[in-house]
């Protein structure tokens, strides 16, 4: 029988296999299962040594961004430098490189310099022939003192600013702020 009456003409579209395009997540938790026992694996495999790699301290990108501050790619070849690390070198002790870095300002080329020279102090180095060591390699209390770090290599401390609670004065009862902005913002055109 034909529909009657002013209805939506039916146009479903059933006849189109649609359980062949279902995509399914069922995999979800044993994947994870697996990626973390990887993970467990590799960290034993390569032991003491830290699964992670030293990253330098950079700003985030555009005006509206860069008051934030966070762990960027790799070392500019300048910071290393300064540091006193050669390039080949830093890829074999945790150290990231990213050769297109340029430093723009002395204050973070500084800063990085400092992170640098703070983890190479830290730092334990394993001597390759048992028998003869190095100069700059950690003698054999010193390796048995090394331990696996875990998680973020000299992660970034939150640098919060709090004020200290101070009476109100006067001057601060009478100073109306929003007046004072709209009167410096004017002043601006």
């Known amino acids: 029988m034909a529909p009657k009456r ?6 479903g579209h059933f006849h189109k296999d ?3 395009y279902v995509k399914t ?8 299962k697996r990626r973390h026992e990887t993970r467990v694996k590799k960290a034993r495999a390569i032991a003491p040594r830290p699964l992670g790699a030293l990253r330098p301290v950079v700003r985030c990108p555009t005006r ?3 008051t934030k ?4 790619r790799g070392f500019s070849l300048q910071e290393l430098k300064e540091a006193g690390i050669p390039k080949k070198f830093a890829g074999t002790v945790g150290i990231c490189v990213d050769h297109r870095r340029r430093n723009k300002s002395v204050e973070s080329l500084q800063l990085n310099a400092q992170r640098l020279k703070e983890y190479k ?14 100069a700059g390699e950690a003698k054999p209390e010193e390796i048995k003192m090394a331990t696996q770090l875990k998680g973020t290599i ?3 401390k939150a640098a919060s600013k709090r004020e200290k609670a101070r009476p109100i004065t006067e001057e601060a009862k009478n100073t109306n702020s929003s007046t004072k902005h709209s009167s410096q913002n004017l002043s601006c055109l």
Do not use: C, D
């Not at 997540?25 to 994870?32: D, G, S, T």
């Not at 102090?121 to 190095?134: A, E, G």
């Open 6 to 11: 002013n209805n939506m003409i039916p146009n």
């Open 18 to 20: 649609w359980q062949r």
């Open 25 to 32: 997540w069922f995999a979800q938790p044993m994947r994870k």
């Open 64 to 66: 509206r961004h860069n």
């Open 69 to 72: 501050v966070r762990l960027g």
């Open 121 to 134: 102090s830290r730092l334990i180095l394993f001597p390759k022939n048992k028998k003869k060591t190095v």
């Open 154 to 156: 000299m992660p970034l």
